[in-house]
């Protein structure tokens, strides 16, 4: 079936980096999405990578994708308070009728 | 205008009492859904519709009922809400003919059945 997981919380320090793993089932994943939601808003894409590939870079943000352990990862350098949210792993997957199945979402707290 | 409108934002309804969500969209996209975002359990999908006339249900549809008045609108119907049912509720949409199938998302209905 179709499952995305992450860690509920994570907490670092402002100017560090922060990364947010994600781990889902559906091998035949098309797209990988990274959401983000802050404290009273909908969600808003942040970013995405298509299956075939394996890094994509956009300022501050770092995606990975190892498909072989179906591990993704978000990278945030220098992290910002602006950056505090909660970040959803998401994956669209053709067997579901080109739904997207979302993860729990990440909390990132962000401490001076 | 946000390209996606929820209403109403925020609505406390008695257990047993029917209640509508509405949303609205600006983008024509045809693909539109309903999630609710429970804390810890993350957007769990609720109904979707690819247009007008196909409805389909979501992992979690019992309970709930749908609408799609026209391509641009899209209700959610709780017919006896019970408390369990108190979430945050968000309308999104999608065309399916950008590459990246990405999400617009309203900004959300905060629901309390007391």
């Known amino acids: 079936g179709e499952d995305v997981e992450q860690s509920l919380f994570l907490s670092v320090r402002e100017g560090d980096s922060s990364v947010i793993n994600c781990t889902y089932t559906?091998?035949?994943?098309?797209?990988l999405y990274w959401y983000k939601q802050e404290p009273g808003a909908g969600l808003q894409l942040l970013t995405y990578?298509?299956?075939?590939?394996d890094m994509k870079q956009d300022q501050r943000l770092t995606v990975l994708l190892n498909k072989k352990d179906k591990h993704l990862s978000l990278r945030i350098a220098d992290t910002q308070t602006g950056d505090s949210a909660i970040y959803f792993c998401?994956?669209?997957?053709?067997?579901?009728?080109?739904?997207?199945?979302f993860g729990s979402g990440t909390r990132l707290s962000i401490r001076p | 205008d946000a390209d996606v409108t929820q209403t109403p934002r925020n609505r406390i309804t008695k257990t047993g009492k029917r209640i509508m969500l509405e949303c609205s969209q600006t983008k024509g996209h045809d693909r539109m859904y309903w999630y609710r975002q429970d804390p810890g359990l993350g957007l769990r999908l609720i109904y979707y519709s690819f247009d007008v006339k196909d409805i389909n249900k979501g992992e979690i549809s019992d309970g709930y009922s749908v609408s799609r008045q026209a391509q641009a609108k899209f209700s959610l119907s709780l017919e006896s809400a019970i408390p369990n049912q108190t979430a945050l509720y968000f309308c999104?949409?999608?065309?399916?003919?950008?590459?990246?199938?990405?999400?617009?998302f309203g900004s959300g209905t905060r629901l309390t059945v007391v």
């Open positions: 559906d091998s035949s994943s098309t797209y």
């Open positions: 998401a994956e669209s997957v053709y067997s579901s009728a080109s739904k997207i199945i």
């Open positions: 990578i298509f299956s075939n590939m």
């Open positions: 999104a949409t999608s065309d399916y003919g950008t590459p990246d199938y990405g999400y617009t």
